[in-house]
């Protein structure tokens, strides 16, 4: 398919990330919602009225606005825009298109992901990943979307860690719908690159000069002796194999958060070193070995699309972010290029399987109340978007 003209936003990108079923609430048509009340579930809790961020939109954009920042990266729900299959919700495109007015109204660039982790009910009942038309569904989905919103869009994500997405839900069995095989995690692997595909083509054929990629998990990686190999596997699986075929996208983003150490056995659960409150090891140094790792592999811009700590200590977010920060300047100014920083999460919101314990967020959501207040994080890191140095 013919490239059509993209524009990137003129100011390097400074924002904040969340998710519509971490922040939105009421996502019960969704296979999340279904697998947090299922027998035997993995998840701590249910996500319930998450931040009830569906109707307190323009809470979260003041905020943002309130912090000096440029751009806010959120997604669009697939549950909600087309609960049935062909049948598609004009109020919910219409309540999406008055988010993203929103954000024009305050000079963000919105930053939109198409799929985040969530399935609409009918489409994991034809088998999710696994249904031999799921590129196809997502392209129509992706159609949809662009059609209605393509004129608001700013950049684009089709899909959020698709290779999250096939690691814990196909090998770890963590997430929906929870099995564990690595052939059925390989396939959905392929399945998941085809969507992507298929939904940046279509959205290449609506409304909108906007850049369009993928964003993928990335990690640091330590093999111990007799964990060479599966470090191997494990990072061509659910990294090169992605990076190698992104190579028509206008844009590649990257998340990171830790660095991941295997033994001859596996997974280290417990690693040596300062670890933070999702049981990571404390590694910010992660930023820049991602980003160069990406740029060693692809040809087209790099957004660091989500990067942050789980901790209830706000002191550890603001040491984390700050040595996050020296990694990025390190990598833009050996001329790597780097298109945005997004910090993740803008609130206190659900993390899936942990509930809402972990805190995320340089905004603190109160669970009865829905308050927000900002940290210090938040103010430490508008001040640090502020006095950062970029070339652009």
């Given at each position: 398919m013919t490239q059509r003209g993209v524009h990137f936003p003129e100011r390097f990108s400074w924002g904040t990330s969340t998710s519509g079923y971490q922040t939105e609430g009421g996502g019960s048509n969704t296979d999340?919602?279904?697998?947090?009340?299922?027998?035997?579930?993995?998840?701590?809790?249910?996500?319930?009225?998450?931040c009830d961020s569906w109707n307190r939109y323009e809470q979260d954009l003041d905020l943002i606005v309130g912090l000096g920042l440029n751009s806010y990266r959120l997604s669009v729900e697939w549950a909600r825009i087309e609960p049935q299959r062909g049948?598609?919700?004009?109020?919910?495109?219409?309540?999406?298109?008055?988010?993203?007015?929103?954000?024009?109204?305050?000079?963000?660039?919105?930053?939109?992901?198409?799929?985040?982790?969530t399935l609409p009910l009918w489409v994991a009942d034809l088998g999710g990943f696994e249904c031999p038309e799921i590129a196809t569904l997502m392209g129509i989905y992706a159609r949809v979307v662009g059609d209605a919103l393509g004129d608001?869009?700013?950049?684009?994500?089709t899909v959020?860690?698709?290779?999250?997405?096939?690691?814990?839900?196909?090998?770890?069995?963590l997430f929906p719908p929870a099995q564990s095989d690595w052939k059925r995690f390989s396939k959905v692997n392929v399945a998941l690159r085809a969507c992507h595909v298929a939904m940046r083509d279509a959205l290449r054929s609506t409304p909108g000069e906007y850049p369009i990629g993928i964003t993928l998990s990335m990690h640091e990686y330590e093999a111990l002796p007799g964990g060479e190999e599966l470090v191997e596997s494990i990072r061509n699986e659910t990294?090169?194999?992605?990076?190698?075929?992104?190579?028509?996208d206008d844009f590649v983003g990257v998340q990171c958060y830790t660095k991941l150490v295997f033994g001859p056995d596996g997974l280290v659960a417990h690693p040596e070193g300062e670890l933070t409150e999702m049981g990571y090891l404390f590694w910010p140094q992660s930023v820049e070995f991602t980003i160069r790792r990406t740029a060693s592999m692809v040809d087209i811009p790099i957004i660091m699309t989500e990067n942050g700590i789980g901790t209830d200590d706000d002191e550890q977010r603001i040491r984390y972010l700050s040595q996050a920060l020296d990694g990025l300047s390190n990598v833009i100014a050996d001329g790597i290029d780097v298109r945005g920083y997004f910090q993740w999460s803008l609130l206190d919101n659900f993390e899936w399987t942990f509930g809402y314990r972990p805190k995320f967020g340089i905004v603190?959501?109160?669970?009865?109340?829905?308050?927000?207040?900002?940290?210090?994080?938040?103010?430490?890191y508008a001040e640090a978007t502020r006095t950062f140095t970029t070339p652009r």
């Open positions: 999340w919602w279904r697998y947090e009340r299922a027998e035997g579930t993995h998840c701590a809790e249910v996500s319930g009225d998450a049948e598609f919700d004009s109020n919910a495109l219409a309540h999406y298109q008055e988010m993203l007015e929103a954000c024009h109204a305050r000079d963000i660039v919105a930053v939109v992901t198409l799929h985040h982790f608001l869009i700013g950049i684009a994500c959020n860690e698709p290779n999250i997405v096939a690691l814990m839900g196909y090998l770890m069995g990294e090169d194999e992605y990076l190698r075929a992104v190579g028509d603190a959501v109160d669970r009865t109340t829905f308050e927000r207040t900002p940290k210090p994080s938040a103010h430490w």
